[in-house]
């Protein structure tokens, strides 16, 4: 697979916003936004909290190594600024034509549809360029803002999966929600 597909700049319609790859710049707007509470709460252990600058680093550091261009890895920016991630991570084997999308935004940007249009450009992107039939993502059960970018960007409820995931001490349901092609 080609670099240039894993890394493609997308407009997304909502002002002053888009998907492109992330640059070693974005390190410090990525460890400001990054750096929330609710955000981690919302994601799973290897994005740790307190999110520093160190942390930033070593993201973009691998998410621009020949490791982490297996993968789409992209920035979603706003306003020129460095606002969130979002990735489709491809799976092997007999899951060869599935990957996973996943993302965060920071609190700053929440409430503007960002990142529906984000799902949405990155879902068409992937089944377009990649031999894909299927796009999932897990969300864990109390964020309800992200099954709604979910369901709005076309993607359904497959399955509500009971005591999967342990975040904080707590132990809750998630939910698998999927789009096919």
């Not at 080609?2 to 707007?29: I, K």
């Not at 609710?38 to 942390?55: E, G, K």
């Not at 039939?133 to 369901?151: D, G, H, K, M, T």
């Not at 707590?170 to 929600?177: A, F, I, K």
């Amino acid at each position: 697979m080609s670099a240039a597909w894993l890394r493609p700049t997308l407009e997304l319609p909502v002002h002053g916003a888009r998907l492109r790859p992330w640059q070693l710049s974005d390190a410090q707007a990525l460890s400001t936004h990054g750096n929330s509470r609710a955000i981690w709460l919302n994601l799973r252990d290897r994005f740790p909290n307190p999110y520093t600058l160190t942390d930033a680093e070593h993201h973009l550091r691998f998410v621009l190594s020949p490791e982490g261009m297996t993968d789409v890895h992209l920035c979603i920016e706003v306003d020129g600024e460095a606002a969130g991630s979002i990735s489709v991570l491809f799976k092997q084997d007999v899951n060869r034509r599935s990957a996973e999308i996943g993302y965060f935004l920071g609190q700053k940007f929440w409430g503007r549809g960002i990142t529906t249009a984000a799902v949405v450009a990155l879902t068409d992107y992937a089944f377009t360029n990649f031999d894909l039939c299927r796009l999932y993502a897990v969300v864990f059960a109390p964020n309800a803002a992200s099954a709604r970018v979910l369901e709005k960007a076309g993607y359904e409820l497959e399955a509500r999966l009971r005591k999967s995931i342990t975040k904080d001490g707590q132990t809750m349901d998630s939910l698998l929600y999927a789009s096919v092609k």
